[in-house]
């Protein structure tokens, strides 16, 4: 099948290669030349593990093409429109990507063609713009994305479930989107077709749902820290219960990244416009508990320093999780500015995310090389879970620091070791 894609980053280029990979002719679109001249070369403009071969054999199949030009999806059968929908000023979602995306293709749409929005939305969006659609003799359906960065290729070719939001009695739009993902439905995953105002909320919802989670956890980790307890032991033990589940129980530095933090934001500030605001009042909490767990690293470097000023921080991870080299609202990237803005000399390293957050924080110190990072090092602050941190030895480590004292920002290091070692070993949620 011919199918475009409008927006052609994280979302976007990943559906077009993963749609090419299952056999479909694939053109994405995108207004940034630059973007587009570098996928067309098969140069991936982010780091996502396994994007790059899929993209590769895209263009070598001749079956994925890159253009700046809406006139060169005019023949496809399907639209998908994946533009950002970034935060704006008041929290709320800013739609002009996903206006300009459907203002783009509206003149070159064929008779019955199918619009499919993928983008994260504010509810009733799909409701302005089906009769601008319409009236253009096309079709508008929500298929909202769950993907996660880190996993991207292998979310969008086989996800936990497929959810399809039509208008009233389009079965033909549920039928086409059967017919596009007939390889990925083979995988026998769930799909759930609705109304496009369900399509619109369930993509809010389940990332309401995970910040929450992740909230949850970290609200138990600072009463854990205050009476000795281990928020660790405290997350295993509550995750055997299979209504509640282990995963996204991980107290840390707290959720970051280009989704959760502006999700919660601009669904609380649609509920709030719609005149719901009180049934979203806890996502408030929930934001405020997680941008505390920030000022919690801050202060408890202090702590552990007598004052940061003048020391020597190094800060392993910048990226908001291990696996990305998007630095969107990441913990760790705050973190490291905020010691470095309160006086301590911080070195910052990750594996992938130096020339992201170079871009959005050029002042910070960065070391491409852990050890050039970590020599001379009063403290050491894990603030990203890649898993060369994780396997760091702390007797070697030890070896090139200045002073042995440790932040766990992601509780994934053996303090036992560490401790043994002859650090002072500090974890957020481990008293
Ligand atoms: C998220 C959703 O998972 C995905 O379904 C949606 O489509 C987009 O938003 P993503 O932003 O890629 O995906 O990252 P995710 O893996 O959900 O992690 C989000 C943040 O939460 C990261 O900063 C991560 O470090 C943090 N996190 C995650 C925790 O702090 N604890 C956990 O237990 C899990």
Redesign the pocket.
């Known amino acids: 099948m011919k199918i475009s894609v409008f927006g052609c980053g994280y ?1 976007g280029a990943v559906h077009a290669a993963s749609m090419a990979s299952i056999g479909h002719d694939v053109v994405g679109v995108d207004v940034d030349a630059a973007k587009i001249a570098s996928l067309s070369e098969g140069r991936p403009p982010f780091f996502e593990p396994g994007f790059d071969e899929i993209l590769q054999a895209g263009l070598d199949s001749g079956r994925l093409t890159f253009s700046t030009d809406a006139a060169d999806a005019a023949d496809a059968e399907v639209h998908f429109i994946a533009v950002g929908t970034p935060q704006s000023a008041d929290g709320s979602a800013d739609l002009r990507y996903v206006n300009a995306a459907v203002d783009a293709v509206l003149p070159h749409l064929a008779e019955g063609a199918l619009i499919v929005g993928k983008s ?1 939305v504010p509810v009733g969006t799909a409701a302005e713009l089906a009769p601008r659609i319409d009236a253009a003799g096309g079709r508008l359906a929500w298929n ?9 290729v292998q ?1 969008t070719l086989t996800p936990d479930r497929l959810v399809y939001g039509v208008a009233a009695g389009d079965d033909a739009a549920a039928a086409k989107l059967d017919e596009l993902y007939a390889d990925v439905l083979s995988h026998g995953m769930p799909r759930i077709v609705t109304d496009l105002a369900t399509a619109e909320l369930v ?1 809010v919802a ?2 309401a749902f ?2 929450t ?2 909230s949850f ?2 609200s138990m980790a600072e009463i854990a820290e205050g009476v000795g307890a281990d928020v660790t032991q405290l997350a295993d033990a509550i995750g055997h219960d299979a209504r509640i589940g282990r ?14 933090p502006k ?1 919660i934001r601009a669904f609380q500030a649609r509920a709030t416009e719609l005149g719901y605001g009180d049934s979203v009042a806890f996502l408030g909490e929930v934001d405020r508990i997680n941008l505390r767990r920030r000022d919690r690293v801050v202060d408890l470097a202090s702590e552990m320093l007598g004052g940061v000023e003048g020391r020597r921080i190094a800060v392993l991870g910048l990226a ?3 696996d ?1 080299d ?1 630095v969107r ?3 760790a990237l705050d973190i490291a500015s905020r010691l470095r803005e309160a006086g301590a000399l911080v070195t910052a390293t990750d594996p992938h995310a130096i020339e992201t957050a170079r871009r959005v924080r050029p002042e910070l110190d960065f070391r491409p090389d852990t050890d050039d990072a970590l020599a001379g090092a009063d403290l050491v602050i894990l603030l ?2 890649w898993r060369e941190y994780r396997d760091l030895d702390p007797e070697t480590v030890a070896g090139l620091v200045s002073g042995t004292r440790v932040i766990d920002g ?1 509780n994934v290091l053996d303090g036992a070791a560490y401790r043994a070692a002859g650090w002072e070993y500090r974890a957020l949620g481990r008293g």
């Open positions: 979302l994260t909202p994305e769950f993907l996660r960065e880190g996993f991207a979310d993509k389940a990332n995970l910040a989670k992740i956890i970290n995963r996204f129980l991980n107290a840390g530095v707290g959720f970051g990244g280009g989704c959760l999700d908001f999780k291990p990305s998007d609202d990441s913990p990203t879970e992601r």
